[in-house]
């Protein structure tokens, strides 16, 4: 449903650097697979989210969305990239229009891309609007006039009116005060359930988040994915030191702490400057001389579906 590969975004700067965002990443999600993709901020998930539907220009890679090739799409598949992969952001608010009533809002897309207009129109985006859990009397509300929680149910319920096949969704709650990110979460989990068929890929660097909502994982650090595989086996024997790393981050009581704990010391480094051989090297608490910080590490997978980037996992 989504092919990712050898993705690559660079963005120049004025500086004549060059920020390596994205510097080859490779995922499928099967119709219907929910992944997560996690990582530390800066590693370059909401880069490869925005390049899956071309709201960031590829420098490299190919990206297909079923039978569509994303990066050749012109005119009529540009619209129909824009109505069959459709994205939720972190900030609700700076994604709405402050001047547009909520139904306005949910209602664009359709104006855009479908012929439904008049009351089909109406109850279209009324029923999508509650079934989000915004009741009629939100219906002509400005974004203003509604909570964090409430304007990001609104975002939830434009992308999903036009009945996308793909969505991503980039840290959908983390904008959110702790006690309403339970309620997304939740609406979030039963989408699935509702839309068994539709393709997710969300992202967050909250581990528990993706443990609770996806059936894979991709680990990302420095523009590429170190690790991928079901949620199941990664979490249970994460392979790559910097999985372990991340996984030893959660808070857990300290009965039931691993003994094999590994802290992440210092901060990720620049990527208009990344670490020769493997990009983690530097912060990797097994890293060998002469071998991780000269050559990169090839894709190995694990015969429980999994795949790894490291010399000594
Ligand atoms: P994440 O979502 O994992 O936090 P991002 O994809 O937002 O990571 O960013 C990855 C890296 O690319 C960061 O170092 C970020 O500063 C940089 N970056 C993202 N967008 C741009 C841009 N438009 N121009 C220059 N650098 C960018
Ligand atoms: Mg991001």
């Known amino acids: 449903m989504l092919e990712i590969s050898d993705l690559k975004v660079h963005f120049p700067l004025a500086s004549g650097q060059v920020v390596r965002a994205v510097d080859g990443v490779t995922l499928t999600l099967t ?3 929910v ?3 996690v990582g530390e901020s800066g590693s370059g998930k909401s880069t490869v989210g925005k390049a899956a539907l071309r709201l960031v220009p590829a420098t490299d890679g190919g990206i ?3 039978n569509l090739d994303v990066l050749s799409a012109r005119g009529k598949q540009m619209r129909d990239l824009r ?3 459709q994205m939720v952001f972190q900030d609700p608010h700076s994604s709405l229009n402050p001047r547009m009533t909520i139904r306005r809002a949910v209602s664009e897309g359709l104006i855009l891309n479908t012929s439904l207009r008049g009351r089909a129109l109406r109850d279209k985006v009324a029923e999508m609007l509650e079934a989000m859990g915004l009741p009629a009397q939100f219906h002509e509300r400005f974004p ?3 909570s964090g929680g409430q304007k990001q149910r609104v975002c939830i319920a434009r992308a999903l009116v036009l009945d996308p096949e793909l969505l991503v969704l980039d840290e959908p709650t983390s904008a959110l005060d702790v006690s ?3 309620q997304i979460l939740r609406v979030l ?3 699935h359930k509702v839309r068994p068929e539709m393709t997710q890929l969300f992202i967050s660097h909250n581990l528990a988040v993706i443990r609770f909502l996806c059936q894979s994982v991709a680990v990302m650090y420095l523009g590429r994915i170190v690790e991928a595989g079901p949620v199941a086996r990664v979490f249970e024997a994460p392979a790559h030191p910097y999985t372990r790393a991340l996984l030893s981050a959660v808070p857990v009581p300290e009965a039931t702490r691993r003994p094999d704990r590994i802290r992440l010391e210092g901060d990720i480094p620049s990527p208009t400057a990344l670490p020769p051989g493997c990009a983690f090297h530097t912060r990797c608490p097994i890293a060998e001389k002469g071998l991780c910080d000269v050559t990169a590490p090839p894709e190995v ?3 429980d579906g999994r795949s790894v980037r490291c010399h000594l996992a």
């Open 31 to 33: 119709p219907g697979e």
């Open 35 to 37: 992944m997560g993709l």
């Open 64 to 66: 297909r969305i079923g």
């Open 83 to 85: 109505s069959r992969a």
């Open 144 to 146: 203003h006039e509604l």
């Open 180 to 182: 309403v990110q339970a």
């Open 189 to 191: 989990r039963d989408l």
């Open 301 to 303: 997978k694990l015969d």
